[in-house]
C-alpha cells in the first residue's frame, strides 16, 4: 500500500509530506481546494503523462514521490525483477517534472524509463474516475480481470503452454516445406549434377596425379633422347663396365703381393660395378617407361581438364568433387524422403492444434461460467447504488480455435446498459459521470475476492447522490477497504463518515496581504476535526449544531 507521499513544487502545493495507512481515507475539502491538483501529482509518480504545467509558478522543476510497502512476492518486484533493478525493502517511485517538459523518473533511486515507472504504477495503484480510461474501462484488460475472477490461472498456464507447443510445431513444419520447396526446385540439377559427377568419377588427390603425368609426358621425347645419350655413354667398348673390370683384373694380379691391402679397393670396386650395372637397367626400364605416346598425352589431358571443368562449375576444388558428390546425393535422398517428414510433421501439427483447441475450450467454459456469475454479482450491488435499471454484462465471445491466440479463443467486454431495452455498449460511452463511477464501484466490490492492486483510488465515486445511494456507495467503499488501502475523493458525509482516516485539503494564503499567492494544504483530521468537517458538508458554509449532532449520528452509524 501507499505509505508516504511527498510533493515538491507542483502546482499550488510547496511542500507536502503525507503518511498514509490502511483501511478507507476520505479526501475532503471545498471545491476547488486542490484535490484533483493531489491525485494528479499522485499520477505523475505513477507514470502519467508529463505536464510542464504542473512545475509551481516561478521554480524551475517539482517532483513527486512515492513509497510503497508491498510483499515480496508482489507482482511489482518481480517485473523490477526482470529488468534486473533492485527492489529491496519500500518500493520508492519518483518523477522529476521541470517546467521546460522535461521529465525523470526513478525507482528506488535507480533511473528507469517513464514506460517502466508507468508499468510498475498500474501494479500499485488503481485510479478510477469519471474521465479515466485505463483500468475497468479498458476493454483489452477485461479478460484478465474476468481471469483472476474465475481464478483459472492453471487453465490459462496451460491454453499458454499449448499455444506455444503449436506454434513451434507450425514452424517445424513451414520450415520443412519450405526445404522441400527448395530441394524440389533443385531435383533436375541434382540429377544431372549427380550424373556428371557419377560418369567422371572423381577421387581425392587424382587432380595431382594427373598433373604431375601431363607434365612428364609433355616432356618424354626429349627427357628420352637423355637418356638414350645416358645409355650410350654406360655402354660401349670404353664404357664404365670395361674400364672397372679392368681395373680389376690389374688388381687382382697385384693383390697376392700386397699383403691384403688391395682387399677394400677390389670391394669398393665390386660394389660400384654392381650399382652401375643397377643404375643401367634402371635407366633401359625408364627408357622404356617414357616413350612418347601422343594418345595416352591427350587421355590424361582431356580427364584433367574435365575435371577442373567441373569443380569451377560447383565453384568447389577438384579434391572437394567426391565430397560434394556425396553432399548431392544426400540432399537428393531428402527430397526422395521428405514426403514422409512431410507427413510425420503434420501429424504433429495436428496434434498440436487438438491439445491447443482442448485447453482452450475448457479455458473457454470456466470464462462463460465465471461470467454468468460475476455478472449476478453485479446485478446485487447496483440496486442499492440506485442502478437497478441497468443492466451489467459479460461479454465472451469465443473465437475458432484457428483464431486463437496465446491467451485463448475468447474476446472478453463489460458492456452495460442504463436503461431497460437499451442496446449494451462499452461502459465509458454509455454511462454519464456519476452512473460510470457507481458501475466501476460495484464491478471493484464483485471483484474484491479476485485482488487488484494494492491501493485503490476513487475520485468523486459518489458524485449526483446524496443520501441512501450515499450511504450505500460508503458501505461499499468500506467492504473494499478490508483487502485493500482505498482512498476516495468525496464530497458525501456519508462516505466520508465511513473512512478510517480523514484527510481535508484547503487553501490559504501564504502571506497577510490580499494579494498575497495560495498555497493547497493537507490537514490529518482528529476526531473533533473530523466532526466538524463533516458537519460543514452537511451544513454547507454555515456549521450549525444540528448539523455536528447529524454528523455524529453518521460517525456513530458508520462504527
Known amino acids: 500500500m501507499l505509505v508516504a507521499l511527498s510533493i515538491r513544487d507542483i502546482v499550488l502545493i510547496d511542500k507536502l509530506d503525507l503518511t498514509l495507512e490502511g483501511g478507507l481515507c476520505a479526501l475532503t475539502g471545498e471545491t476547488g481546494a486542490g484535490k484533483s491538483i493531489l491525485l494528479d501529482a499522485l499520477g505523475l509518480a505513477m507514470g502519467a503523462r508529463a505536464d510542464a504545467g504542473l512545475v509551481a509558478q516561478g521554480t524551475d522543476k517539482g517532483s513527486v514521490t512515492a513509497i510503497f510497502d508491498v510483499g515480496g512476492d508482489h507482482p511489482a518486484r518481480a517485473l523490477l525483477a526482470e529488468q534486473e533493478l533492485s527492489s529491496d525493502g519500500d518500493l520508492i517511485l519518483r518523477r522529476v517534472q521541470t517546467a521546460d517538459g522535461r521529465t525523470r523518473a526513478f525507482i528506488n533511486d535507480q533511473p528507469v524509463s517513464v514506460a517502466l515507472l508507468r508499468e510498475v504504477g498500474e501494479r500499485l495503484v488503481e485510479i478510477h474516475g469519471q474521465h479515466d480510461e485505463r483500468g475497468l474501462l479498458d476493454v483489452s484488460g477485461h479478460r484478465a480481470v474476468l481471469d483472476a475472477f474465475a481464478r483459472c490461472e492453471k487453465e490459462a498456464q496451460a491454453v499458454r503452454s499449448a499455444y506455444k507447443a503449436m506454434s513451434e510445431a507450425r514452424s517445424v513444419l513451414n520450415a520443412h516445406r519450405a526445404r522441400l520447396e527448395r530441394a524440389e ?15 567422371l568419377a572423381p577421387e581425392e588427390g587424382e587432380e595431382e596425379k594427373l598433373a604431375e603425368e601431363r607434365s612428364l609426358l609433355m616432356h618424354a621425347e626429349k627427357i628420352s633422347e637423355e637418356l638414350v645419350a645416358a645409355q650410350q655413354a654406360l655402354a660401349g667398348d670404353a664404357g664404365l663396365d670395361a674400364r672397372i673390370n679392368l681395373a680389376m683384373r690389374r688388381l687382382e694380379r697385384a693383390a697376392p703381393q700386397a699383403a691384403g691391402r688391395l682387399e677394400p679397393v677390389l670391394a669398393a670396386l665390386e660394389r660400384t660395378l654392381a650399382e652401375a650395372s643397377e643404375a643401367e637397367a634402371l635407366l633401359d626400364d625408364t627408357v622404356r617407361g617414357l616413350e612418347f605416346d601422343p594418345d595416352r598425352l591427350e587421355n590424361t589431358e582431356t580427364r584433367l581438364f574435365a575435371l577442373r571443368a567441373l569443380a569451377r562449375k560447383h565453384n568447389v576444388q577438384v579434391d572437394e568433387l567426391p565430397a560434394l558428390q556425396e553432399r548431392m546425393a544426400a540432399e537428393l535422398a531428402d527430397i526422395d524422403d521428405g514426403a514422409a517428414a512431410l507427413g510425420r510433421y503434420e501429424k504433429a501439427v495436428g496434434e498440436a492444434e487438438a491439445a491447443y483447441a482442448k485447453a482452450a475450450q475448457l479455458l473457454s467454459d470456466k470464462r462463460v461460467k465465471a461470467a454468468e456469475k460475476l455478472d449476478k454479482i453485479v446485478a446485487s450491488e447496483l440496486v442499492p447504488l440506485k442502478l437497478e435499471k441497468a443492466t451489467f454484462h459479460t461479454r465472451v465471445e469465443t473465437l475458432p480455435p484457428e483464431e486463437g491466440g496465446a491467451e485463448g479463443i475468447d474476446r472478453v467486454s463489460f458492456l452495460i446498459a442504463t436503461n431497460p431495452g437499451s442496446p449494451l455498449g462499452p461502459l465509458i460511452k454509455i454511462a454519464s459521470g456519476g452512473e460510470l463511477s457507481r458501475f466501476i464501484l460495484a464491478l471493484k466490490v464483485a471483484l474484491a475476492s479476485a485482488g487488484s492492486a494494492p491501493t485503490l483510488i476513487f475520485d468523486e465515486v ?98
Open 462 to 559: 459518489d458524485s449526483g447522490v446524496g443520501g441512501a445511494v450515499a450511504e450505500a456507495v460508503g458501505v461499499r467503499l468500506a467492504e473494499l477497504a478490508r483487502t485493500a488501502q482505498v482512498l476516495v475523493v468525496t464530497h458525501s458525509p456519508q462516505v466520508a463518515a465511513r473512512a478510517h482516516h480523514h484527510l481535508r485539503i484547503s487553501k490559504a494564503a501564504k502571506g497577510k496581504s490580499k494579494d498575497a499567492p495560495v498555497a493547497t494544504q493537507v490537514a490529518r483530521l482528529s476526531s473533533s476535526d473530523r466532526r466538524e468537517e463533516i458537519a460543514r458538508m452537511l451544513a454547507g458554509a454555515t456549521v450549525t449544531e444540528e448539523a455536528r449532532a447529524a454528523a455524529d449520528r453518521l460517525i456513530g452509524s458508520a462504527g
Open 185 to 199: 526446385a533443385e531435383r533436375a540439377f541434382l540429377t544431372h549434377s549427380l550424373e556428371e559427377l557419377a560418369e
